[in-house]
């Protein structure tokens, strides 16, 4: 079983920064991409950043110049961080991981993964 724990969420005022953190844990071969969505109350899911193992990023057209996606291959974890917050970034916010594990009989296979939601509000 592969588990995704998301932290670093919190109130903070418009113009302030936060940091999130989500790590992968458990039976874990190797990641590939790795992301984070949001979602706002009455709204879909949507893509906020997404990383590939080798360090390739895209970022929705909302977040850019004020978010940074980045990773650390050797905890398995994925951090954004969040500047010039506004209060429509206000949504909860998914951990998101393409997952390569090993069964015990040696063959692998592929999870998507999804962490449990850490909500960020942005209000003064």
């Known amino acids: 079983q592969v588990q995704l724990v998301e932290s670093g969420g919190g109130l903070v005022q418009p113009g302030g920064s936060l940091r999130l953190s989500c790590a992968a844990s458990?039976?874990?071969?190797?990641?590939?991409?790795m992301g984070w969505y949001r979602q706002a109350p009455g709204k879909q899911r949507e893509l906020v950043a997404a990383i590939t193992s080798g360090g390739n990023t895209n970022y929705a057209d909302s977040v850019k110049d004020r978010f940074t996606i980045s990773r650390d291959n050797a905890k398995n974890t994925v951090y954004l961080q969040m500047n010039s917050l506004k209060p429509e970034d206000t949504a909860v916010y998914y951990c998101?991981?393409?997952?390569?594990?090993?069964?015990?009989?040696?063959?692998?296979?592929?999870?998507?993964?999804w962490g449990q939601g850490t909500q960020v509000t942005v209000s003064s």
């Open positions: 998101n991981a393409d997952i390569r594990s090993r069964r015990s009989s040696g063959s692998f296979y592929t999870y998507n993964g």
């Open positions: 458990g039976s874990i071969f190797s990641i590939n991409a």
